[in-house]
């Protein structure tokens, strides 16, 4: 783990910009992609085909029952800061 992510590691989600987050969930780093977009029903855009562990550098791909638990977790985390996310 790098200085960076050990100081903020207490931050669950970190947008990186109008596209992609990386999100801490036991324990581990992922990237999921996504989209910033303002909608009357929604203000970002999750695609659950996209979240990849971060390790070492390097992304790898996670089964499906990882990605579920790390989607969940996001939407959760989102909708605390009233965030609404639509997964595509």
């Known amino acids: 783990m790098n200085v960076f992510d050990f ?3 207490k931050r669950t989600i970190t947008f990186l910009g109008r ?3 990386h999100c801490f969930y036991d324990n581990r780093k992922f990237f999921i992609d996504s989209e910033m977009l303002v909608g ?3 203000n970002i855009v ?3 085909d996209r979240i990849y562990l971060i390790k070492n550098k ?4 996670v ?5 579920a638990a790390v989607l969940a977790f ?3 985390e989102l909708e605390k800061r009233q965030i609404k996310a639509d997964v595509s």
Do not use: C, N, Q, W
């Not at 390097?58 to 791909?61: D, G, P, Q, S």
């Open 7 to 9: 100081l903020f590691k």
């Open 19 to 21: 596209a992609g987050l």
């Open 40 to 42: 009357p029903s929604y």
């Open 46 to 48: 999750i695609y659950s």
């Open 58 to 61: 390097e992304m790898y791909t």
């Open 63 to 67: 089964d499906d029952a990882t990605k």
């Open 74 to 76: 996001v939407k959760d």
